[in-house]
């Protein structure tokens, strides 16, 4: 594997459509089989990191991707390429059919790397043969670089693979190395599954506004502009989540009459604890 340590973002500049870009032979070559949504989404991120080269594979040829990106269709394109890395964007019902094709294209020490949900580590050291093998389960804001992901690797992934791992992940948000494959499933209830709940509980705040009288396009404002403030706020402090919450609330003011129905006999609690271990459940399903 290369020997850079690739950390920094590239620069922004605006390439023209005919301009060709040169291949950068020192660079970390990154094979990314199968590009859905997630794997878009860290893409993203990841083609703005320095030291880094892409290659996407995408059967129907027709994804439009940044001319910073190379894509192929099939195993024939790549013919006598070698990759560093091998990042597994499929359906976990598709590894084992697809992946196969691809083992030939990873150079010597390189890493495989799996966005599936559900197709364990053991699984994976099965299909690929390799124990350089590790796991990232992470949200969708990761396309903004606000992301939060889960990260996991087999007992015996070197310090290298971690930390190019870490040199890609940087770029896309919070990353947290767990200690197993359930505190995995934990992190993709919480965060993975996460910015659902919170579209949720804001799609239900905001039809709340509407029916207070403001339009769809004020309410929906009223509480996003609220709910960034109120982040922002708890992530540039050091004051507990209990703390800033009293903050703002006066006794027998319009904040406390308001948290007395939201959270009444501890409801929103037991909601929010009920909701993760459906999820939690969930993902254990997968497995």
């Known amino acids: 594997m290369n020997s850079s340590t690739p950390h920094k973002s590239k620069g922004q500049e605006s390439k023209g459509d005919s301009e060709t870009i040169a291949p950068d032979a020192s660079a970390v070559q990154v094979l990314m089989l199968g590009c859905g949504s997630m794997g878009s989404a860290l893409l993203t991120q990841w083609r703005n990191v320095d030291g880094f080269a892409f290659t996407v594979v995408s059967p129907s040829g027709l994804r439009q991707f940044p001319d910073t990106v190379t894509q192929a269709r099939s195993p024939e394109d790549l013919s006598g390429k070698r990759f560093d890395v091998i990042v597994i964007g499929l359906k976990p019902q598709m590894i084992a059919n697809v992946l196969p094709d691809y083992l030939e294209f990873l150079a010597p020490r390189g890493l495989y790397l799996s966005l599936a949900a559900g197709f364990s580590i053991t699984s994976l050291m099965a299909v690929t043969r390799s124990r350089s093998v590790a796991r990232i389960m992470p949200n969708l804001p990761v396309s903004l670089g606000k992301g939060v992901s889960g990260l996991y690797g087999a007992e015996d992934l070197n310090q290298e693979h971690r930390a190019l791992i870490n040199s890609l992940m940087a ?91 939201l959270n009444n006999d501890e409801q929103l609690d037991n909601l929010l604890s009920n909701t993760l271990q459906a999820a939690y459940a969930r993902a254990v399903e997968l497995r």
């Open 171 to 261: 770029s896309t948000g919070h990353a947290l190395w767990v200690s197993g494959e359930d505190a995995l499933d934990r992190v993709t209830a919480i965060a993975g599954s996460g910015p659902g709940y919170a579209f949720e509980f804001a799609r239900a705040w905001t039809g709340a506004a509407q029916a207070l009288g403001f339009s769809e396009e004020q309410s929906r404002a009223l509480v996003l502009k609220t709910v960034q403030g109120a982040v922002e706020m708890a992530l540039n402090t050091d004051a507990t989540l209990d703390e800033l919450r009293d903050r703002v609330t006066s006794k027998n003011g319009t904040t406390h009459a308001g948290l007395s129905a």
